[in-house]
Nanobody, 112 residues
Framework: QVQLVESGGGLVQPGGSLRLSCARS????????LGWYRQAPGKEREFVAA????????RYADSVKGRFIISRNNAKTMVYLQMNSLKPEDTAVYYC?????WGQGTQVTVSS
């Protein structure tokens, strides 16, 4: 059974940076992308970024392109999301995802 645990959320001023981490335990039997999603109050969960299991290719939502960077370690046990130039509209609970497994989420609040 795969478990995902996020950390690194918090309160940051507009223009600031945060780095989210996601720790994976349990075995993976398919080459899933490792991804980050977010859900703001009153909105549906949306895709933020993903990195491939093989080759480390990345993809981003248009809203975060050029500001966020996703990465992972070689063992695929850690996934990171470096978030720069944060905006109030980035405020959300951020979730780590692999296949059909989800973490519990970490709150990111961007406010002055």
């Amino acid at each position: 059974q795969v478990q995902l645990v996020e950390s690194g959320g918090g309160l940051v001023q507009p223009g600031g940076s945060l780095r989210l981490s996601c720790a994976r335990s349990g075995n993976i039997f398919k080459n899933y992308d490792l991804g980050w999603y977010r859900q703001a109050p009153g909105k549906e969960r949306e895709f933020v970024a993903a990195v491939s299991w093989i080759g480390s290719s990345t993809r981003y939502a248009d809203s975060v392109k050029g500001r966020f960077i996703i990465s992972r370690n070689n063992a695929k046990t850690m996934v990171y999301l470096q978030m720069n130039s944060l905006k109030p509209e980035d405020t959300a609970v951020y979730y780590c995802n692999i296949g059909d497994s989800w973490g519990q989420g970490t709150q990111v609040t961007v406010s002055s």
